[in-house]
C-alpha cells in the first residue's frame, strides 16, 4: 500500500517541501530553503503548517 505523501507550503519564501512520512502533529518542521520554522498540524490525512513563535529546541531532528 502506497503512503500518501504530504507537500506543505512555506508561507515565507513559497517552497512546496515534503514532510516525512513518520511526521506527527505538533512537531517542527522548517523550510528547507528559508529555515522558516513552523508546527505540523495533521488532520484527516492532510498537513497544515502553522507559525512557530517559540524558542524551544527541536530534539526530534
Known sequence: ???QKLVVQCN??????ELPEDV???EI???PTCGA???V???????T????????E???E
Open 1 to 3: 500500500m502506497a503512503t
Open 12 to 17: 515565507v519564501c513559497g517552497t512546496e517541501f
Open 49 to 56: 503548517l502553522e507559525e512557530f513563535k517559540g524558542d524551544v
Open 24 to 26: 506527527m502533529d505538533g
Open 37 to 39: 520554522r513552523y508546527i
Open 41 to 47: 498540524r495533521l488532520k484527516g490525512g492532510s498537513a
Open 29 to 31: 518542521a522548517s523550510c
Open 58 to 60: 527541536d530534539y526530534g
